[in-house]
């Protein structure tokens, strides 16, 4: 009997089965790094998959900013119900509140996840945490390693990264240092749509176009929301829109579109001319490390 | 069907690779705007009257600063035809860690040398660590031929230089294509300056060469991950990914170190049963008898199983600051077992230069490769690594770091004639 050859969908979903596999195999309290886009909701069904026809050997834990959108949040406790997964969330608010963190001027909370993050582990004892990175998003994490070690500050070095071999991924950490797994590290964009068609994997609907109160601002379409909007000059407007990521509402951009289904998605993401993350999303911008260092005090 | 090219590029520093790759995904449209923008502002920056394409692949503050690359890196672009993962791996600093790196999981390796320089020393080193990884495919990539006007006649030397190395090197066939980074030739677009090259361009040879490697004909091999159980079905099933050959419903196959002999009842996935799975495929197999079987063991073909043994004659690439010693005590993760090894005496060392083996030396050091023998605590099934990489793989970890301080190969996968 011959095998059939693997198509590219068919050979990166083996590679990610692999690394659930490896790590459930390897660690002791690992956890998946979930904000209800659709990187980490195929993160979740990737889980799903490695182990079936057990259930997923282990927790998600959702950094929760206070901004987010109310679709995201109904999707995220729907799925959690229905595959009977346990869910850690982590409030921003809870670290405000009692003087943690304090909130920036500009409102943004994106930055201030790091804290509550590195604290939820320690407090966990989460050895191994899988989050959806994927190296083509950004030219720092174009270097990171599939595993990857951060030490008890939760940092990264980039210039001590162990090399990675084969598919012999190496593990081995102190007490207080944990891992960062990306499963999904060489897929792309088109990959992750290609991937949401084929498998039918179901989105908050903020990803499909829709009608939205919106105003401008730095280029993009911010929401109204708690986060401060619109100010001064801003001016709310309605318009036809669907969100490319799913992050902190003070700083993720809706685009201008009419992409209602997943095909007409892949499409609009074949001809586009702009990168997600440059399109929607304000905190790359700051400055061309932006993410650099944000990966070194522990962030994503 | 778009299938998968996992590749590598390796060449020495200033052979422009950074250019190289910077242009593949530029002229295959992996470049969007605002990355454009991003390398537009930074090289106006510079005082670059055009945009110096290799700053869409230097990621790190450090590289950008120093105009170097420091670390592995993958990029990724595709075609309507394949999409490919390449590993852009750095030629200087740190070279055999790097280039180790990116040709373990490469089907394919492009060599890039510099029309002006032709072979050099680096040149020698990267193509023999491609052979001793025994990367399937070598495209030797010269660059810069808008330097030496388009002559055919240095092509030809550097060509014919660099087949009798290869040759030496066990290399069974090598494309060599001329090519300009800076200006575009022959790497995307066919160049109008080469006439007399009626070979095919970077890309299109990329595009058609077969993505299957040597793995799927060998006997099956699969390393336990992990051992699936659901009381609420009573399903028990043992997952892994298949590192060689195939296999199917009613395969017979042997439980390794334990050596005993069962069937496949079924070969699993979550989208249901397989009729067959071959090599990098991620199953789940579920045996006939129910037998004591744990992550690290290994299922194989019972007709054409590997030995198992505590006593291994292996090649080392040593990717570790802190040199190695007879009787060092580490960890070797095999597959998905991972025991306590002593290293025993080290053998010849691959002059990289010379591109020989040479007499042994007391201790390894970073980039050195060498032959040596070693002790496993737990009895391992291995096969030459130049038959099976899955099974003829392993690492060397340091046990209070946890560092990774060697790639090693089972056997002597490079012979040099």
Redesign the interface.
């Known amino acids: 009997?011959?095998?059939?050859?693997?198509?590219?969908l068919?050979?990166?979903?083996?590679?990610a089965?692999?690394i659930f596999?490896?790590v459930?195999?390897e660690f002791d309290r690992p956890v998946i790094l979930f904000s209800g886009g659709k990187d980490s909701t195929v993160l979740v069904h990737l889980a799903?998959?490695?182990?079936?026809?057990?259930?997923v050997p282990f927790p998600l834990l959702h950094v929760d900013t206070g901004h987010n959108f109310p679709e995201v949040i109904a999707f995220r406790d729907e799925l959690v119900a229905r595959l009977g997964l346990r869910l850690v969330v982590a409030h921003v608010q809870d670290w405000i509140d009692d003087g943690r963190l304090t909130e920036r001027p500009d409102g943004t909370r994106n930055p201030l996840q790091t804290v509550p993050l590195l604290d939820t582990i320690a407090e966990h004892r989460f050895d191994a945490v899988f989050g959806g990175g994927r190296?083509?998003e950004e030219?720092?994490?174009?270097?990171e390693r599939i595993i990857s070690?951060r030490d008890a500050f939760g940092r990264w070095d980039?210039?001590s990264?162990?090399?990675?071999?084969?598919?012999?991924y190496?593990g081995?950490?102190?007490p207080g240092e944990h891992v960062r797994v990306f499963p999904i590290?060489?897929w792309?964009e088109?990959?992750v749509w290609r991937y949401i068609r084929r498998e039918r994997i179901a989105l908050p609907s903020i990803y499909f176009s829709h009608r939205r109160a919106v105003f401008r601002r730095d280029g993009m379409w911010l929401a109204e929301g708690p986060w401060g909007g619109p100010r001064g000059t801003e001016a709310l407007e309605e318009r036809t829109v669907r969100y490319r990521t799913v992050g902190d509402g003070s700083c993720t951009g809706a685009v201008e579109s009419t992409a209602s289904t997943v095909d007409e998605i892949i499409a609009e993401v074949t001809a586009?001319?702009?990168?997600e993350r440059?399109?929607t999303r304000a905190d790359d911008r700051l400055s061309?490390?932006a993410m650099?260092d944000r990966k070194r005090e522990g962030y994503f | 069907?778009?299938?998968?090219l996992r590749f590598a590029t390796a060449g020495s520093v200033d052979d422009g690779k950074s250019t190289l790759v910077g242009r593949l995904l530029f002229d295959t449209k992996s470049v969007?705007?605002?990355?454009i923008e991003?390398v537009t502002r930074?090289s106006v920056d510079k005082g670059l009257a055009t945009p110096d394409l290799s700053l869409?692949?230097?990621?790190?503050?450090?590289e950008?600063e120093q105009g170097i690359t420091?670390?592995?890196?993958?990029?990724?672009f595709?075609t309507p035809k394949?999409?490919f993962?390449l590993a852009d791996t750095p030629g200087h600093v740190q070279y055999t860690?790097?280039t180790?790196?990116g040709a373990?999981?490469a089907e394919l390796a492009v060599l890039l040398v510099d029309a002006r320089h032709g072979v050099v020393e680096q040149t020698r080193r990267h193509a023999a660590v491609l052979a001793l990884l025994r990367v399937p495919r070598l495209v030797l990539a010269i660059n810069k031929i808008d330097l030496v006007d388009y002559d055919e006649a240095v092509l030809t030397a550097i060509g014919k230089d660099f087949a009798g190395l290869a040759a030496s090197l066990g290399f069974e066939s090598v494309v060599t294509i001329p090519v300009s980074a800076l200006v575009g030739d022959n790497v995307v677009e066919r160049s109008e300056r080469t006439p007399w090259y009626d070979g095919p361009t970077l890309l299109g040879y990329l595009e058609s060469v077969p993505?299957?490697g040597p793995e799927?004909d060998r006997p099956f091999r699969m390393p336990v991950?992990?051992v699936?159980?659901?009381h609420?079905?009573d399903?028990r099933g043992y997952?892994?990914?298949v590192g060689a050959g195939?296999v199917?419903p009613g395969d017979e196959v042997v439980v390794l170190p334990a050596g005993i002999r069962t069937s496949v009842t079924s070969v699993d996935?979550?989208?249901g049963p397989?009729?067959?799975?071959?090599a990098?495929?991620?199953i789940t197999v579920r045996l006939a008898d129910d037998i004591d079987i744990a992550?690290g063991d290994l299922l194989a073909a019972a007709g054409a199983a590997p030995a198992v043994t505590n006593e291994l004659d292996a090649t080392l690439c040593w990717?570790a600051d802190k040199p190695l010693r007879p009787g060092a005590r580490l960890?070797l993760?095999h597959?998905?077992r991972t025991t306590p090894v002593i290293v025993g005496a080290l053998g010849e060392r691959l002059d990289t230069d010379a591109v020989a083996w040479v007499e042994g030396t007391e201790q390894l050091g970073i980039n050195d490769i060498a032959r040596v023998a070693l002790r496993t605590a737990d009895p391992l099934p291995v096969d030459p690594y130049a038959e099976i990489?899955?099974t003829g793989?392993?690492?060397l970890?340091d046990p209070p770091s946890?560092?990774?301080l060697a790639?090693g190969l089972v056997g002597h996968p490079l012979q040099v004639s």
């Not at chain 1, 799903?48 to 259930?55: C, H, Q, R």
């Not at chain 1, 990264?161 to 012999?168: F, K, T």
């Not at chain 2, 420091?70 to 990724?76: E, F, K, L, Q």
């Not at chain 2, 397989?274 to 071959?278: E, F």
Request: glycine share 6%; net charge positive.
């Open positions: 009997m011959t095998a059939p050859t693997l198509d590219a068919d050979a990166l979903e083996s590679e089965i692999h596999r490896e459930a195999g799903v998959k490695a182990f079936a026809p057990a259930p190296r083509d030219r720092a994490r174009a270097k070690l980039p210039r990264q162990r090399p990675e071999l084969w598919n012999l190496n081995r950490h102190a590290s060489n792309t088109l990959d586009s001319r702009l990168t440059g399109a061309e490390a650099e | 069907m778009t299938d998968l969007l705007a605002d990355q991003a930074a869409l692949v230097d990621g790190l503050r450090a950008r420091i670390d592995v890196a993958y990029r990724y595709s394949r999409g993962v860690r790097n180790v790196t373990s999981t993505v299957t799927i991950q992990y699936i159980r659901d609420a079905t399903y997952a892994g990914q195939t199917a996935t979550a989208d397989l009729p067959a799975a071959g990098g495929r991620s992550r990717l960890l993760k597959g998905t990489r899955a793989s392993f690492l970890i946890g560092n990774t790639a």
